[in-house]
């Protein structure tokens, strides 16, 4: 007790001598000009890290501020330079000079493993390597394992396939960019979570909510941006191997090589298998698939004062055998002695990034976004075969600068996306070209970080259904230097692929009817309120986040698994007439309980409804499907500075989803009663992992799904998969139990 | 029930964990070195604190003195000069090993002058 009083005093007193040499810090900010000159830079945001507590350069590039006893590091951030940070002990007078940025786009300060990015108008939630670190595994889809606004589950209990659910919705509705370039969409989709190996990712962006006009129309819910490891990075070499003790196995090595000051090049590849046959449940079909995938990019680049370019090309090739335990696809494909899944998937993409500076006028700058990527994919399900081949061409344009001065900025261009579609299904044959160019023009005001409004608009003309306009508002307001007020609004529009999307129910006897007029794109309103709010309690810094966002569709592509007669049981797919909406809110809490240990309390609610039921000349509004209306995550971390020791602890409660049974559909509609509404059980997901760094590697062990909970029969009808009323696609829950993992990982820095 | 008795034994070994690792009879020494800039910081804390017997490390870029916290029962001064001294660095009077500060950057080497990195 009494060295707790001591400490107290000690502590009292230490803080009142730094408040009696409280004093200012001053100092001038300037930008090279030329090789030696140096000129004073006008208007630069100053503030201390992790406070708002900050000013701006006068005219002669001159600043004051008050030390903060929160922080020692002072953030410098101008836009078209590259943020700065500088860590502020005794010494005064600073002389600082500030970079040219060198590309488009915003640089963000990254400390702790998950942050909110409080000066972004769009609602946005970073993470970093160092949250990524948390799960070892294995790509984007585990990335978001103790982040609570983004969830994954398995879409169905034999291809492997993993969808996201994002305020309510699927990942269809999210646009999912690598580095602002749309990517894991059209076809990608089914098992594009997948593609993207988790050694290879620097950071995520999360923005909730209507996304910018840049990147085009196709954010409806939000936006996730990867950023890869770039090949100036500093790691040169990171290798990293997984094991787990279901038989997956996995290889992933990055190189990165400086050529010269200029020229840099970089590699990630990636190698994983799983060819060990599990059945832990016991229904005679493997819990998971076998696969083998092959994975790389590589990428050049090119920086100097004047310009900076990026190209290279990404290849993929991905073999899925599922189904039941005895199918050999050579002797069985195509025969009823046994049900087996495959699919064959390849794709290859060509990319650059160029962009133009302007060493003067830093603001400035002229980026040219030029992709084209190949996506070639066969399956089989049963008897079913389906076939899809995608071509995609997409360019942007965007030209950056200001108006009189930088609280004025702009960012307008023009784009272009052309995608290709040619499938087939059975023996229908599906083809589909679009072509949409399209223009946009985003206006940012911002007054000295405390108000920020973006305002966009972008027109585009789609080949088959004709023009439309995307506008799009976001404003955030900091009233006081702990609250953040963030309000957005817009529309979205993109057209669906019904197979890719819906995959999971393809594994299933279920008949497919696409009823009425041809399918139509999907068009959504998306508004959203946020509150993010910082205090202290208990001596302790909390981070608080509430949020509300409301998705409106004025046309959905609506997926009906609720219907079976004697006949057949059904998946209907048809256009939207009456209301489909989804509300979710969300209340997050982050704190350090101490200098190590991080803690995350997250509660969701997501409440969404469509009207379905229209083949048989219904209209109900009904839950949608696989949506549990409740969840609840807890994460809590354990750090060692430099990671010595890193401990963590992920508990995840899922409440209850809507679910269909063909078996109970179809007695429904031979007793003329209407559909049964079935509810899933609600479940907990617990995951772990510690890991011990090294001087020279790190290694890992982790558990997933340690309390062991399996969905008891996740697939209807297992034992006569031939059956019509056969259904795998009624996933709601872990089927693999248990899973115990272990990894090394090598990185060799400069 | 069994689920949330699994969680709540969890969540106490972290805890408990965090707890016990708490240093208790650590020694304190303080070793100056040639470090220049923040890449030279991050690259002495981090292969102190990640060697035997050292809790922690934190150098001070002003008069490059590292102070480092570590158990005696598991390593000495001489061991932790050592260190120092093979990441590329003097440490105090002992000159740092030469194939190591030959393959720091450049920037990071004794004749390079202070910077902000």
Redesign the interface.
Known sequence: MKSLLQTILILTASALVMTLRAQRVTGTVFERNGTDKKSPLVGVNIFWAETSLGTITDSLGKFDIARSAKSNRLVLRYIGFKTDTIRVTSENNFEIVMKPEGQLGEVVIRGTSSQIDRLNPIQTEIITTKALAKAACCNLSESFETNASVSVSYSDAVTGAKQIQFLGLGGQYVQTNVENVPTIRGLASTFGMSYIPGTWIQSIDVAKGAGSVVNGYESMTGAINVELVKPDAREKLYFNTYVNHLGRGEVNLNLNRKLSDKWATGFLTHASTLQNRVDNNGDGFLDLPLYTQFNGINRWQYKSDKMMAQFGVKALYEDRLGGQTGFRPDEHRGTAQFYGFGNKTNRIELFSKTAKLYQDKPYKGLGLVLNASLHNTDSYFGFVNYDGRQRTLYGNLIYQSIINNTNHQFKTGINYLLDDYRETYKDSLMTRTESVPGAFFEYTYNHLDKFTLVAGLRADYHNLFGAFATPRLHLRWQPWENTTLRLSGGRGQRTPNAFAEYYGYLVSGRTVRFWGQTIQPEVTWNYGLSLTQTFHWFDKHWDLVLDYYRTDFQNQLIVDTDHATPLASHLYFYNLKGKSFSNSFQIELNTLLSKRTEVKLAYRLFDVWQTMGQPFGNSVLQQRMMVPRDRVLFNIGYNLPYDKWKLDLTVQWNGQARITDPMQSLQATIDRKPMPILYSQSFMNINAQASRAFKKFEVYLGGENLANFKQPNPIIHAEDPFNKYFDAGQTWGPVVGRMIYAGIRVKIKD | M??LT??VA??LT??F??VA?KPGKDKEVKIKTSAVCDMCKERI???L???KGI???VLN??DKVVTVKYNPKKTDEAQIRKVITETGYDADNLVCSQTAHDKL?ECCQKTSEAH?H
């Open positions: 069994k689920q699994f969680v969890l969540v972290i805890v964990g965090a690792n804390e981090k292969n604190t990640l060697s809790s922690e490390a870029l002003e950057p902000s």
